[in-house]
């Protein structure tokens, strides 16, 4: 979060290496990280964020913090540790070992806060950053814990190519996944721009969910992920923030920026553009069931909690973006809202029936 509108002139993986790791490497400061989550947490709540899943730190301690955060603050939310044990001459790596020593010790403080809605989540932060060894005893830690599971995949062409001189006996970006053991019904993969129709075919045999990232996609110039294609092959998908690639941690951004991209691709391939309600849904109900839990949250269900936000479109209660010169029918103002809004028209924000703004 404090990398937001950092670095959006440098592609994926410069970016990383010149704003992304230098900054993670702080997270052993616990104070540091104790004043950043704390920030995280509140700001994402502000913003309409009921479930989260979160890319924290190498370092278990400080990772934990985040956790605690979000118990405190009643948000829904799968925490990682992040996994990488390749070499970096800066040291921002673990020994194989190390890594799910470190890893099993963040699940088991993680499960000790007792609440329901701090899960954690298994999170190599991409396949560039492990080893097929470590690779596959993360899939197995996630098969016996029963856990989510969250990583990138086919984001930037330049990471394909490297994913295959590292994996050469992988054809694929998502075979890599396969055969560690990481595709499973609770994996969620961020990105996916530049999936192969075999890797579509994997997902959708797995039902591993792929989150539409457009908003990093587009600044760290990655490129346009035609998400009506996965979704006609049958795949899964949610859309994700990718804060700090992402410029803003708003789900109303995202849909804005997914709508963007959508619009721009229907002018090369022989789509129809995505629309405010399929973004919307998405949004939703399309994450719930990205993570698998849609039967507990995603829509205002009898039986599922709780998990809603009040909107308020009256500008003279809080000085927000729009003004109410006509009558609007509730569908203009949904459409108002989810082109035009932002976190002052959130007047208040409930998880599990408890209110968290």
């Keep these: 979060m404090?990398?937001?509108?950092?670095?959006?002139?440098e592609p994926l993986l410069d970016w990383l290496e010149n704003y992304t790791y230098p900054l993670e490497n702080k997270y052993t400061d616990l104070k540091f990280s104790e004043k950043v989550y704390d920030a995280v947490v509140k700001r994402t709540l502000n913003v309409g964020t009921t479930t989260a899943c979160y890319f924290g730190s190498l370092y278990d301690d400080s990772t934990f913090i985040l956790a605690e955060k979000a118990s405190k603050y009643h948000q829904r939310a799968f925490v990682g540790k992040i996994n990488a044990n390749v070499f970096r001459d800066d040291g921002y790596f673990e020994e194989t070992n190390v890594s799910i020593e470190n890893t099993k010790k963040f699940i088991d403080n993680v499960l000790s806060l007792n609440d329901p809605l701090v899960q954690p989540i298994i999170t190599p932060r991409f396949a560039l950053s492990c080893d097929m060894d470590l690779l596959k005893q993360l899939g197995k830690l996630a098969q016996e814990k029963n856990l989510h599971i969250q990583t990138h995949v086919s984001e930037n062409l330049s990471e394909i190519e490297i994913c295959k001189e590292m994996f050469k006996d992988c054809p694929t970006y998502c075979n890599v996944y396969e055969k560690a053991g990481l595709l499973t019904n609770k994996t969620v993969l961020a990105h996916g721009i530049y999936l192969q129709d075999s890797e579509l075919d994997l997902l959708k045999k797995y039902k591993t969910a792929v989150i539409h990232c457009p908003s990093s996609n587009t600044y760290l110039m990655s490129g346009l992920c035609n998400i009506q294609r996965l979704i006609s092959r049958g795949v899964k998908v949610g859309l994700g923030t990718d804060v700090a690639g992402g410029s803003n941690p708003s789900m109303l951004d995202t849909i804005r920026s997914a709508i963007t991209v959508s619009n721009h691709l229907a002018h090369i391939h022989e789509n129809k553009p995505l629309n405010y309600v399929d973004l919307f849904h998405l949004a939703t109900i399309g994450g719930a069931k990205s993570l698998g839990i849609d039967d507990k949250v995603g829509s205002l269900t009898t039986g599922k909690y709780f998990d809603a936000l009040l909107i308020d479109m009256n500008?003279?209660?809080?000085?927000?973006?729009?003004?109410?010169?006509?009558?609007?029918?509730?569908?203009?103002?949904?459409?108002?809202?989810?082109?035009?809004?932002?976190?002052?028209?959130?007047?208040?924000?409930?998880?599990?029936?408890?209110?968290?703004?």
């Design 2 to 9: 404090p990398n937001i509108g950092l670095g959006y002139d």
């Design 315 to 357: 500008n003279h209660h809080h000085n927000g973006p729009l003004d109410n010169l006509i009558d609007y029918t509730l569908e203009q103002q949904l459409q108002r809202l989810i082109y035009s809004g932002d976190d002052r028209n959130i007047y208040q924000v409930f998880v599990a029936g408890h209110k968290v703004k």
